[in-house]
């Protein structure tokens, strides 16, 4: 079993940085499609970003392409978000998310409990 858990999210200015964890339990997180999804009070959760190290490649939503950045660290079995120039409509609880196919799909395997990020004007 994986258990995922989330931390650094909290409250940050229009154009501040913030860095989101997930450390992974249970298994090693290379051996599962990683990602993030984020969901905004009244609406539905979207994808963030996702990593295959299994297959290689990155992907990014067009919303936060340039800005956020995904990667991992094997010796912690921990990945991150790197997240930069956050705007206000990036305010969600986000969630990290590991699937076992090959890439993240819509509906991964395990998640996290989500942690708050509020992006303030």
């Known amino acids: 079993q994986v258990q995922l858990v989330e931390s650094g999210g909290g409250l940050v200015q229009a154009g501040g940085s913030l860095r989101l964890s997930c450390v992974v339990s249970?298994?090693?997180?290379?051996?599962?499609?990683m990602g993030w999804f984020r969901q905004a009070p009244g609406k539905e959760r979207e994808f963030v970003a996702a990593s295959s190290w299994r297959s290689g490649g990155t992907r990014y939503a067009d919303s936060v392409k340039g800005r956020f950045t995904i990667s991992g660290d094997n010796a912690k079995n921990t990945v991150y978000l790197e997240m930069n120039s956050l705007k206000p409509e990036d305010t969600a609880v986000y969630y990290c998310?590991?699937?076992?196919?090959?890439?993240?799909?819509?509906?991964?395997?395990?998640w996290g409990q989500g942690t708050q990020v509020t992006v303030s004007s």
């Open positions: 998310a590991a699937d076992r196919a090959l890439r993240v799909g819509p509906h991964p395997d395990y």
């Open positions: 249970g298994r090693t997180f290379s051996n599962y499609a």
